[in-house]
């Protein structure tokens, strides 16, 4: 063999065998994964598959597989750390690549790049090899810069922003260890490599002429060691964390193509369970982290439970559905969805009765907008009230579906995997509403918004009652005044993480009150905890979350706090005598 | 000759000035009201014997035309320093007393019910709090929402007590009894009125309770309903609708009526507020902590101030003038 390849080492044979081991479950996991995408799925995957939808997905890829560009804007450090991995490693086997192709040689096997300076003793001169070398030097320096980082935030991770990492399992932690030991292998061999051939660059030649050349034993060894090491790590990558590698990457893609998760769990959701890098960004900020200690529940949990496929439903119900990691997480993994799914009661009989819902009347409303409260607004009748006088000073007929009835429209039941119960509701709402020919649903519960947003599917649009008062002021269908009290607005975690409204309430706000700042907002203001979505947590640990949303709101000392939501609205003003209220409600106060 | 320090001339804190001052003291009484006794006056008649509130309070303050006692009104404290052997009394404007021995008698809100949204008060004219009864019922004005006589009346218990949402997990223990002696007002005001109370359980603990709550039932003609009302809205005809469930029949229940009387609870002072917290001596909910359950109950963890009637938990007036002497004898020791 050795007469046949001059670029043929033992050595390489555990690098070469790893990496066909790697591609073949890679491959087996994949392809098993793909078999269990429901029909929908796949049909979208079928008809998008070679789209212009292709050129997004692998900007995005490049963007977020590579780059890591949503981190970076998280965290400065912890972009660079990861970026540097991912971007180096990416840069030193395209390049070698390349290196190792452009190189006059009888033959091109393909791990000629990856152990290119063991192989290739002298300094090339195809043109443009000195620029090749360069890159490849620069990017070693690169990667080693990011391991080192790696390294100080296993030690001490505050330096890097972050109070609590991640705790990982044991097939973790080895993959981590053959991981680091990689890159400072390579060095080594290179530089023992440098010092004996002269061949080094900038870096390697530099280390290696401060030490005497090196014995063939030692280089040898080196060069075995940095091959054990990369094989070490690909053998133990499908099934460690580092399997997001390439799950994130067809994650992208898929996403990108429109499949998203179903109700059930399907192969498309394992390949968000494999996209999790258990980076830890979802752990600090959940508020059962960080009020109530509760340390084994958090989305990177969550999700390494289901891999592993043991998942306690405790941990799948201990969760606030405030999505809050899900904004925090760099791969936009669809964290809430699969919460749902394992949360699915499936068939559990409750025995509930929604027939009274049968005996409501159908309401002929032509020509009138519907109004619905919610369940949550018969609690605060304030607010009900307050877009009452709206309607009317806006000269808008409407019909107030659930004035007499509470009729629920089924998220929070379905937030609890009762799915089959919550369907029921839908099915009779949607009947009612159909029924009624309302021109538009306005609603003043933010989980109802959501619910009739997203699950519901109405042929009429569905606003929120501060997108509708946002409407009636720019449209000066309604006049108000602007008064100079203090007020810190409550982003809602159904509405702004949930559905995204953040500007309108902000706008009615400025047009009415003088609107002060929380000290985190929108996409990262905080549960106020007293919600639907934790079914676990008794008053007082509820209690504890609410007051640390409380105190992010005083961060400016306003005089009053305004929310959106009829649940958080009440969870505050059980906090304190301190005045809160609905923008609905600020908003009629001030009309004139 | 001791000098003394009351803060709040509430019953607690004039039965106690009376007492020392009689024993050799020099008392000063702050009150941070214009006068005395802001939580007698505003009632009608009092439990357990229909006495008038107005003379209770009458009969106190003459209890203070004593030259020991200087009452200084409109004066509230805000903290209590310890200054060697004496105390610093500082009060908002931060003028500062000096006594050797404080009694805290602050005393208590009622639970503000604009904290439980979902009853209604304060957005629907026809929901009404147990003050707004006494004040009703002094008047002689009993009146729905559009003014006139109503013909239906319901009381609802353990408004901001024994309720973990507003998180105050204690019994109130006087509005039960409250609740039936103000019913009885009701009735004797309007015979024809259905009058009904919604409770959780009918704590009648205290002598002759028990027997004004048959009585209600069987001369008066109040109908008690086992079942908290979960929510409230408006009729088009400005009258009140209440949803809740008997739970005795386990039937869910709405009712339309003219007055809800929220039976609003019993929760600290500001004053008994700020000065549990500045002087480190809180208890539970806020309220002032005795140092022992059967014996010291009138010493605080400070030692030198003392406290006395509702400042330290929910109590009847006679509980609270029991209090106040215990204290004030504890104080001459
Ligand atoms: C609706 C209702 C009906 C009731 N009816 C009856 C009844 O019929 N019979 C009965 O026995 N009991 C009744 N009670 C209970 C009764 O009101 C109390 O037992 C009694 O008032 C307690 O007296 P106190 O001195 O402890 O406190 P309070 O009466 O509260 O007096 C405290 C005083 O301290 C003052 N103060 C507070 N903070 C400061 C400060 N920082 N500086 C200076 N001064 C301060 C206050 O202004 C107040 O004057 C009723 C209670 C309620 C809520
Ligand atoms: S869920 Fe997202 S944020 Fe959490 S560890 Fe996984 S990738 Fe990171
Ligand atoms: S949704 Fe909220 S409570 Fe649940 S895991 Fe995420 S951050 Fe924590
Ligand atoms: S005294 Fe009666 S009404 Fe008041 S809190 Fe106790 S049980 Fe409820």
Redesign the pocket.
Known sequence: METSNPYFSPFVLPFVLGAIFLLGICVWKFVRWFKHFDRLQRAIIRKNLLSWKIIPALWEMFREGILHVRIWRKNLMLGYMHSSIALGWFMLILVGFIESHMTPASSHPFWMAIFYRFFITTHQTFPGAQVLTFIMELMLIYVLSGILLAVVKKIYSRILGMKKTTKHILIDRFAKAFLWLIFPLRLLSEVLAASRFQNGGFFTGFLGDLIPPSNEYFLLLSWTLYSCALCGFFVTLPFSRYMHIFSELLLIYFRKMGVREKSERTGYTMYELNACSRCGMCIDNCPLNKELGHNDVQSVYFLRNLRQKKSPIRVADDCLMCQRCASDCPVNIDLMAIRQQERNKHEMDTADNYGYLDTVQPFNAIGRVGYFGGCMSHLTPGVPEAMKAIFEAAGQKYWYMDEDRTMCCGRPLLQQGFNRQAADLRRKLTEMINKSKITMLITSCPICYQSFKKEYKLRIPVIHHTEYIAMLLKTGRIKVRKDDVRTVYHDPCELGRGCGIYKEPREVLKATTHLVKAKQEKEDSLCCGINLGDTLLDIDQQTLIRNAAFQNLMYKHPDQIATACPMCKKAFAHASEFPVKDIAEIVRENLK | MKKIAI???????IEAASILASHDCEVQL????AD?????TD?AF??PDFSSAQELANKLNSQLLNDKIKVILN????DIKKDNDDFKIIDRDGKTYVADKVLI????N?FDAHRKEELGYGIYKGVIT??DM?RMIRHKQITNSIGEEPEKVVFLQCVGSRDEKSGNHYCSK?CCV?AV?QAIEVRKQLPKAQIYVFYMDLRMWGQGFEELYREAQEKYDIRFVRGRISEASATFDSRVQIKSEDTLIGQPLKMTTDLLVLMVG?EP????R??AENCGIAGPYKFIASEGPHTNDNNTATEGIFVA???KRP????D?LTDATAAALEMLK
Request: hydrophobic content about 35%.
């Open positions: 803060i709040g001339a509430g019953p607690a804190g702050f009150e941070k009201s005395t006794l802001s939580n007698i009632k009092l439990f004066t509230e404290i805000v008698t602050t005393g208590y009622v147990s003050l006494e006087v409250t002696k019993m002072s500001k004053g008994t700020t000065l009637g509702t400042a109590m009847s007036i006679r609270t």
